[in-house]
C-alpha cells in the first residue's frame, strides 16, 4: 500500500510539474537572454542569447551584435546601439532613419508605424520602418560611399533622450523576416535596461 501511496503521489507531483513548465519558461524570442550584456547610457541588459557580439563596423556604434537570419534570407540582421551628447533629438533621429528608406516596389510611401515605450526610466518611441533600404557602402559621412537599394528590408528603431541630453538609439535592421523573428526579443531587451 506505501509503495503504491508513493508512486501515486510521484505521478501527480509529474503531471503537475510538467504542466507547469511551458508557462513557467517563456519562449526566449520574447525575453533577453543570457547573451551579452550591453551597456547603454548607463543601464544593462542580456541580449537573446543567440544573438552574437561583433566589432562595431564604425566607431559612432556603441555597440553592435548580429541576429542570425532565418532560411532564405540573405543575411543576419544587425543590431546596433548608439549614444551622443546631442545627437539632434528624438524628433531629428525618426526623420534621418526615414531618410534611408523609400517604398518597397509597388508601394507609393514608406511603412512608418510608431509607438511609446519605457526604456528605464526614459519615454522612448519604437519607430517600424520597412521597404526598400538604401544600403552605404563606406561611412555615413563619406561623400564617396556608393548607395545600394536593397529591397525587403525592415527596420525597429528605438530612440529617446536621457535627463543628462544624451540622444540614445537602438535598431535591429535587416531582412525583414529575420527582423520580424527577433522583433520580441529585440523589444523585451531594450524594456530590460536598469
Not at 25 to 42: F, K, L, M, T, Y
Not at 163 to 173: E, F, H, I, N, Y
Request: glycine share 10%.
Amino acid at each position: 500500500m506505501r509503495v503504491l501511496a508513493i508512486a501515486l503521489l510521484t505521478a501527480v507531483t509529474g503531471a503537475c510539474t510538467s504542466a507547469e513548465t511551458p508557462s513557467a519558461a517563456p519562449s526566449e524570442e520574447a525575453q533577453p537572454g543570457d547573451g551579452v550584456v550591453v551597456d547603454w547610457v548607463g543601464m544593462k541588459s542580456a541580449a537573446p542569447k543567440e544573438w552574437k557580439e561583433v566589432t562595431p563596423s564604425s566607431s559612432m556604434r556603441k555597440a553592435q551584435l548580429a541576429a542570425p537570419k532565418v532560411a532564405g534570407d540573405p543575411e543576419d540582421a544587425e543590431v546596433v546601439i548608439f549614444e551622443f551628447k546631442g545627437g539632434g533629438g528624438v524628433d531629428a533621429n525618426l526623420k534621418r532613419q526615414l531618410a534611408v528608406f523609400q517604398p518597397g516596389p509597388g508601394k507609393d510611401k514608406i511603412e512608418d508605424k510608431q509607438t511609446k515605450l519605457k526604456v528605464g526610466p526614459n519615454d522612448a518611441v519604437l519607430q517600424e520602418v520597412g521597404g526598400t533600404f538604401l544600403k552605404k557602402l563606406g561611412g555615413p559621412f563619406d561623400p564617396n560611399a556608393k548607395t545600394t537599394p536593397v529591397p525587403g528590408y525592415k527596420q525597429l528603431y528605438v530612440v529617446f533622450e536621457t535627463k543628462d541630453g544624451v540622444t540614445a538609439s537602438a535598431w535591429p535592421r535587416g531582412p525583414e523576416k529575420t527582423v520580424e523573428k527577433h522583433r520580441a526579443g529585440f523589444e523585451a531587451w531594450v524594456k530590460n535596461f536598469k
